[in-house]
């Protein structure tokens, strides 16, 4: 199997090279409007946004930060086939306009957009990333009524294109090798995952960079693009930053587009890529360690049916008996697009 990853260092609100319904799955986090690390790259995209923030009117800042993302929506939407699926991990933003401390839904506002624009909102996900700082706390300390509530999860929201699912051939076998296991699903199918923690980015003592990023742990988008899609899909990430989204394409053998307005990130992209080959065999391994130890388990209570064809270790349902992994073989570079050759991974 062969895949391509091309990456575009220009705004995402135009991404016409990307034809319209050719996308299988976005996985994406843009800037979250309203934290103030955020406030410089949105006021240069729209001098109206810096005015109402030096104004103090916070309402109106939302708006037009949204705004500006919806124009980044408008795209990905288009570029999405019919039955397609949208994953936008985002954090509501807490903030003090003036005097007066307040909650900026940005998980609502994105809702309603893709909820208004042709899109069915599916059951989303509560990333929990708990903080054990003492002072994470504000307000009043002790005393009611003035303290406020510690924002300490992230959300993944997740949209279908159009009313209906994707359709396969039957029987397809890149949808029986893309399958997972059944102990991944029931805990993937979660609508709290706790078992992820956040990351702090390595970029180079570069602060200007630190503060461009946001980036996502790589097991997150891995865990989407093994949920909501199969080998050989085409994977689109408009708000690229550190290429998180394109890596966990590569390792997962799907292609991949990513859209970044800062080329500077390219470097921190390039870095990351030099163990990949090595992060895919540890990532593949880590799955079936983990599969074949809960099958000891679970082995001792009731009797197991099916077999694995590729691996040969037992399986709990019938769709596990063709689950496949691929390992990277060589990865070609030109220009900023990547052409990867992908093999049967063998666990030993």
């Not at 390039?270 to 360690?289: A, F, M, S, V, W």
């Amino acid at each position: 199997m062969k895949t391509t990853h091309s990456i575009y260092f220009k705004d995402s609100t135009d991404i016409s090279e990307i034809d319209s319904n050719s996308i299988d799955l976005i996985i994406t986090s843009p800037p979250y409007p309203m934290i103030e690390m955020w406030d410089n790259i949105f006021s240069s995209q729209n001098s109206k946004i810096k005015k109402a923030l030096e104004d103090q009117n916070g309402k109106l800042a939302f708006e037009l930060m949204h705004e500006k993302l919806n124009e980044v929506w408008n795209e990905s939407i288009r570029t999405l086939k019919k039955g397609g699926i949208i994953c936008i991990n985002i954090g509501d933003a807490t903030r003090k306009i003036g005097k007066t401390f307040q909650l900026f839904p940005n998980h609502v506002k994105i809702s309603q957009f893709f909820q208004d624009n042709d899109c069915i909102a599916l059951p989303l996900i509560l990333w929990r990333k708990p903080t054990n700082s003492p002072t994470k706390f504000m307000g009043s300390g002790m005393l009611p009524s003035n303290a406020y509530i510690t924002l300490e999860h992230e959300y993944i929201l997740i949209f279908r294109k159009g009313k209906g699912k994707r359709k396969f051939k039957p029987k397809s076998e890149k949808r029986y090798h893309s399958a997972y296991f059944w102990e991944e699903r029931n805990k993937w199918f979660s609508d709290v995952w706790n078992d992820i923690r956040g990351v702090s980015q390595n970029l180079e003592n570069n602060d200007k960079l630190r503060e461009r990023s946001a980036a996502y742990p790589l097991e997150l988008p891995c865990r989407l693009i093994n949920m909501f899609s199969i080998y050989g899909d085409t994977i689109l990430d408009p708000f690229w930053g550190t290429g998180t989204t394109s890596i966990a394409a590569m390792i997962s053998a799907r292609h991949s587009f990513g859209y970044e307005i800062n080329s500077e990130f390219m470097k921190v992209f390039e870095n990351n890529l030099k163990n990949i080959k090595k992060i895919t065999h540890e990532i593949n391994k880590k799955r079936i360690d983990k599969h074949t130890k809960f099958i000891e388990k679970y082995s001792n209570e009731r009797d197991i049916k099916y077999t694995s064809h590729f691996y040969k270790f037992p399986v709990i349902t019938s769709q596990e008996q063709n689950i496949l992994f691929y390992s990277m073989q060589d990865i070609v570079k030109s220009n900023h697009t990547y052409n990867i050759a992908h093999q049967k991974f063998e666990p030993l």
